[in-house]
């Protein structure tokens, strides 16, 4: 764990260092244009955030008129639902008598509170230590670029020489791949957001999930945001859209799902590797192993850091083949002894 919290901190390091670089030509100490950097940086996702609050909110508002409505209209579909299962000779209690199908949820749940709240400590402790873990990212990252230029002097003494440009400088280049993989995953990110929401649009227009047309840019940009987590970010980012499906009737909800399914494989064996496959400049079946080696080595994380990993060993093993050169292998023939 300590590894894994140490590698993301220097990947921050090595992405955000360019631009503290390019700070500290107005002269300023290093530590003031770090500290430029991170302001600048918390900044720009407020002003993304004011962008997108307007139309956000106005589907969010739409959405709270709505719901009335959506419960009423969940109440029905699944009493409707029990009673064609009931016809058929198939006898399920979806709805107590006399009690609305969200009243009975609500029971159940209210039932199964012991075990929620037995296993609340645990949940705490788990939230308390990704806190902490992100606190030390954060501060190990800011020591990682106020003592950068050091770093790189260091690395540079242990690795062979270059040209003196910096096309041929080992940091530098390490540096341009980190940007080229954030820029890859800001690209991948708003295809498949753009996507989700053109294809919720597409639906909604022919009446298969009407509401999807309404809050195609929340689940649109919801979706995006999540695809920036690896393999469970597609599945929590569908989650709102299938769940609203379901409230408004359970076929919609099915189609919805096969929707997002269909989404998950494009992206998995198209999308991803392709995008990253050419900002990486590296060959897809290798972004494809790379995922899913850091997923089995250490979940979530490990996915999340290893295509920034392999960008810094792609990088270096061209750097190492061009400065490098072995001796060759002495194929003349020998005699017997």
């Known amino acids: 764990k300590v590894l894994v919290i140490f590698i993301v901190a220097a990947v921050i390091a090595l992405i955000l260092n360019p631009a503290v670089a390019f700070v500290q030509r107005g002269r300023l100490p290093r530590g003031l244009a770090v500290l430029s950097v991170y302001l600048a940086f918390f900044l720009m996702l407020s002003g993304i955030g004011v962008l997108l609050a307007n139309p956000i909110s106005n589907q969010v508002a739409a959405f709270s008129r709505n719901l009335p409505h959506l419960v009423k209209q969940a109440n029905k579909t699944l009493a409707d639902f029990q009673g064609t ?110 996507t989700a929401g053109i294809a919720l649009y597409l639906i909604g227009v022919l009446g298969v999930f009407p509401d999807g047309r309404k809050y195609a840019v929340v689940f649109a940009v919801f979706y995006a945001l999540m695809e920036l987590v690896p393999y469970i970010g597609p599945i929590i980012g569908a989650l709102p859209a299938v769940l609203l499906a379901l409230f408004t009737a359970p076929i919609s909800a099915l189609w919805v799902a096969l929707m997002f399914v269909a989404l998950q494989q494009l992206e998995g064996h198209i999308v991803a590797p392709q995008i990253f496959g050419h900002t990486l400049r590296i060959n897809p079946l290798l972004v494809i192993f790379a995922l899913l080696l850091g997923l089995q080595l250490h979940g979530v994380v490990g996915a999340l850091i290893a295509l920034p990993i392999l960008s810094i060993l792609r990088e270096t093993a061209v750097y190492l083949n061009r400065h490098i050169t072995f001796e060759p292998w002495d194929n003349a023939p020998r005699g017997l002894p």
Do not use: C, W
């Not at 000779?89 to 509170?113: N, R, W």
């Open 85 to 194: 299962l009931n016809n058929d000779g198939l006898h399920v209690q979806f709805i107590k008598q006399g009690e609305t199908a969200l009243q009975t949820v609500q029971d159940k749940l209210v039932k199964g509170s012991s075990s929620i709240v037995s296993s609340a400590g645990g949940l705490l402790t788990e939230v308390a230590s990704a806190s902490f873990d992100v606190l030390l990212v954060f501060v190990l990252s800011v020591y990682m670029l106020l003592y950068g230029q050091t770093i790189g002097r260091l690395i540079r003494k242990y690795m062979p020489d270059g040209d003196g440009t910096p096309a041929d400088d080992y940091p530098t280049l390490i540096q341009s791949a980190l940007a080229r993989y954030v820029g890859g995953q800001l690209l991948f990110s708003l295809v498949m957001g753009a």
